[in-house]
């Protein structure tokens, strides 16, 4: 009995935690934290695109921008197809605007990281009946 | 494809044009709101509106305060040593 309940939790972690990588904000929403994850949607996305607006999709480089990319992927997996795209070299950007554009992406990817961790810990939280204070 | 969709979809596939002047360096200054925003949607409690907005704005604002006071120290330095 307190295995399955364990699986459970295990179970509703992940899924939290999934859903909050798939479409940001979306994990703190299934967990009923409505006003959280409309913030968080909103302002994730607006730097997002900001991002991608300043520099062009092609701020987004697997190939020779891996460290920001691995910080970008954090966003959504969207990024994947986005960074397909871009592998065929059809966007360059170089320069003052190929830095924001990826200072803007990468910092969206890691706020949405910081993110997935409270979406699973609140998603904790709420399953066990403890505060967190 | 409309009209609309080819300007929106024109302008994430070609780069702004931002100089290398002191200028550009205030595009900091929305990436700042962001992450304070996020940080405080992720660190109250529980969100009231009033609340958040002071309290998002008194993190923005000491913030970019720390950056003045640094950019000036760091000013000063470069003055001391090159005069």
Partial sequence: MAQRSRQTNISLLLIVGLLAWLVPGAGHFVINEKKRSIIIFVTIVLTFCTGLYIGSIGVINPGEARLAYSAQIMNSPIVRVLGQLTQTGAYPVYGRPNEIGQIYTSIAGLLNLLCIVNAVYLAHLKKTGSTGD | ?83
């Fill in chain 2, 1 to 83: 494809m409309s009209i609309i969709t080819t300007v929106i979809m024109a302008s994430f596939t070609r780069p702004e044009q931002i100089g290398t002047n002191p200028q550009s360096l205030l595009w900091l200054l929305p990436l700042a709101a962001a992450i304070v925003i996020v940080y405080k949607a992720t660190k109250m409690s529980k969100i009231t509106p009033a609340a958040f907005i002071k309290e998002a704005a008194t993190l923005f604002g000491s913030i970019i305060v720390f950056i003045i006071i640094i950019a000036a120290a760091l000013y000063g330095l470069g003055w001391l040593i090159t005069e």
